[in-house]
């Protein structure tokens, strides 16, 4: 028997038995979130003092990704759960709401920004979730998200805060450059046409019109009918758009399916809207993505 428990402690030692890993377990705060655009933003925050398990995958659409049963076991295990709300996640709301009914600090970065409805009648006056493509609307996030951070037991509040203060200067900066880059596209021409409601923050805060939308509504999970598309067409060509955007998370067969349909000169550009992609694509960060969007919206936009 003796000879037993130690082959066991041996093997426990060497991460084999059960499956765990060589490596000792992980003792620093946990805070899980809920997209990868948050996951971005709170790993800028905490840095390496916490570990950051972000759920939402590279390239997937937040309103309708799911997780595993052992990812919804680590949410309601964790010290602090950060989500968008604003009905964003879709497929995660219920394990978000079994996490906080199971006692687990919560942050609902919703809560924190001046909350826009939709500009689209299909929604229904809903609120809109997308308010990261308003930069001024993510330092507000930051702004309340720093002192739950702080106030976490084994965090070191003084690097948090240096950390919040070098990360709200790159949002001012990215901001200050997004204001002198859409005031250079003539008024007439701010004109957004994407696959669903995603720009309804950027158009109120620096002056665009949202033409409209190829899916109605709020949601990735809706779909176009005929007239909804017919529509669309003729708004297009009233407004004389001659670029629609594509989002990076939705295929953009649709999209180019209504640039054939309109039967006008128009380009089809990508966009990343809704999620980060992995190192290797074009918006790895939060920051770099919303330089990217506006570049080729600026670009698309242009005389």
Same mark, same amino acid.
Do not use: K
């Given at each position: 028997?003796?000879?037993?428990?130690?082959?066991? #402690?041996?093997?426990?030692?060497?991460?084999?038995?059960?499956?765990?890993?060589?490596?000792?377990?992980?003792?620093?705060?946990?805070?899980?979130?809920?997209?990868?655009?948050?996951?971005?933003?709170? $790993?800028?925050?905490?840095?390496?003092?916490?570990?950051?398990?972000?759920?939402?995958?590279?390239?997937?659409?937040?309103?309708?990704?799911?997780?595993?049963?052992?990812?919804?076991?680590?949410?309601?295990? #964790?010290?602090?759960?950060?989500?968008?709300?604003?009905?964003?996640?879709?497929?995660?709301?219920?394990?978000?709401?079994?996490?906080?009914? +199971?006692?687990? +600090?919560?942050?609902?970065?919703?809560?924190?920004?001046?909350?826009?409805? %939709?500009?689209? @009648?299909?929604?229904?006056?809903?609120?809109?979730?997308?308010?990261?493509?308003?930069?001024?609307?993510? @330092?507000?996030?930051?702004?309340?998200?720093?002192?739950?951070?702080?106030?976490?037991?084994?965090?070191?509040?003084?690097?948090? @805060?240096?950390? =919040?203060?070098?990360?709200?200067?790159?949002?001012?900066?990215?901001?200050?450059?997004?204001?002198?880059?859409?005031?250079?596209?003539?008024?007439?021409?701010?004109?957004?046409?994407?696959?669903?409601?995603?720009?309804?923050?950027? =158009?109120?805060?620096?002056?665009?019109?949202?033409?409209?939308?190829? !899916?109605?509504?709020?949601?990735?999970?809706?779909?176009? $009918?005929? $007239?909804?598309?017919?529509?669309?067409?003729?708004? !297009?060509?009233?407004?004389?758009?001659?670029? !629609?955007?594509?989002?990076?998370?939705?295929?953009?067969?649709?999209?180019?399916?209504?640039?054939?349909? #309109?039967?006008?000169?128009?380009?089809?550009?990508?966009? %990343?809207?809704?999620?980060?992609?992995?190192?290797?694509?074009?918006?790895?960060?939060?920051?770099?993505?919303?330089?990217?969007?506006?570049?080729? !919206?600026?670009?698309?936009? $242009?005389?």
């Amino acid at each position: 028997m003796r000879r037993l428990r130690i082959a066991a #402690a041996l093997l426990l030692a060497a991460g084999v038995l059960g499956g765990c890993s060589a490596t000792a377990a992980d003792e620093r705060p946990l805070v899980v979130v809920s997209t990868n655009i948050l996951g971005d933003v709170v $790993s800028n925050l905490v840095g390496d003092d916490v570990e950051v398990v972000t759920l939402m995958r590279p390239g997937a659409d937040p309103h309708s990704f799911e997780i595993s049963a052992a990812e919804a076991a680590r949410l309601r295990s #964790a010290d602090l759960v950060v989500s968008n709300g604003l009905g964003l996640e879709e497929g995660l709301q219920q394990h978000l709401d079994a996490a906080a009914e +199971a006692g687990v +600090a919560t942050f609902v970065a919703g809560d924190a920004v001046e909350v826009l409805p %939709y500009t689209s @009648t299909d929604a229904g006056g809903a609120d809109d979730p997308h308010f990261w493509t308003d930069p001024a609307q993510t @330092t507000a996030v930051v702004d309340a998200l720093v002192p739950v951070l702080e106030a976490m037991d084994d965090v070191d509040a003084a690097a948090v @805060t240096a950390r =919040a203060a070098d990360y709200r200067e790159a949002l001012e900066a990215l901001d200050a450059d997004m204001t002198a880059s859409f005031a250079a596209i003539p008024a007439a021409q701010r004109a957004l046409v994407t696959n669903h409601h995603v720009f309804g923050y950027l =158009a109120d805060r620096f002056g665009f019109r949202v033409v409209g939308a190829v !899916i109605p509504g709020g949601t990735t999970l809706a779909a176009p $009918s005929a $007239s909804d598309l017919a529509d669309l067409v003729s708004a !297009i060509e009233e407004a004389g758009v001659r670029t !629609i955007f594509a989002e990076s998370s939705q295929p953009d067969r649709l999209v180019r399916a209504l640039a054939e349909e #309109a039967d006008i000169d128009v380009t089809v550009t990508e966009l %990343y809207t809704e999620s980060l992609t992995d190192a290797a694509g074009g918006a790895p960060d939060y920051l770099t993505m919303m330089r990217v969007n506006m570049q080729r !919206i600026a670009t698309g936009l $242009s005389p």
